[in-house]
């Protein structure tokens, strides 16, 4: 019955509505997790805990922010890009891809931030964009912000030369991705050909890859001339990592990508 429910409000509301309609709900369910011990950077906002995140195969605690839905790896790149880059107080522009909605809802309220979102999905961002081939001019974007998603593009080398052709030189891209901290290299099978084996092998169900220990090497076969590894993590310390779970490591590391 609740699955029937479920196809009929899918079928019924169209996508963009729906996703309204959840961020409302989560707005409003989110005095259920009202509290002191974490706290979330992108909204603002105290709760005793976050929601947890799983899918059978991972599971983390203490990983959604029940109001505004930022993720340990959306917590942990907003406070580089106040601590590390001019992007939420200088005139630059901002190409973000699969916008996380914490995220974007910040950057559009930056007077001097010239902000594009795109999502292959014309619902989820303000335009529609296929990463493999971005409608741009060479040149034109000061930084591009990319994570999780090279994960789901099929054609991973194209996506990387496309973002550094749009870049400006001396241009920064910040691309995070889930990496498996036990395999040096990046792993994929065709027989991951349906979401439940892609589940088993990757993790999860759309992924088309699990990267190891070799996406700085990856990134630079793309294009880029210098490729930075940051774990921001550390360098905020226990306290911080603790107050806004901030993850484990496997996901919140942040690829510095410059064209020189
Ligand atoms: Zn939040």
Known sequence: MKTFLKLCYQKLIPERRRIRNRLMFNKLTSVLYRGKNLKCN??????RRFKAKGN?????????CPYCGSLERTRVLLFYLQNKTPLLTKPVSLLHFAPEWSLAAIFKKLPLLQYVSADINPNL??????IMDI?????????????????HIPDERKAISEMHRVLKPKGIALIMTIIDPNNPKTFETADADTPQKRLQYYSEPDLL???GGDVQERLIAGGFEKVEIIDY?????????????LGDGSRELIFRCEKI
């Not at 992108?42 to 709760?47: I, L, N, P, T």
């Not at 034109?140 to 090279?150: A, F, G, N, P, Q």
């Not at 993590?233 to 779970?245: P, S, V």
Request: glycine share 8%.
């Open 42 to 47: 992108c909204c603002g906002r105290s709760f």
């Open 209 to 211: 890859r699990l990267h």
């Open 125 to 130: 961002a303000r335009y529609q964009m296929d």
């Open 233 to 245: 993590r550390q360098t905020l310390g226990d306290e911080i990592c603790r107050k806004y779970a």
């Open 56 to 64: 059978g195969i991972v599971s983390r605690l203490n990983a959604e």
């Open 135 to 151: 409608p741009m001019r060479p040149n034109t974007v000061d930084y591009i912000i990319c994570s999780h998603v090279l994960g």
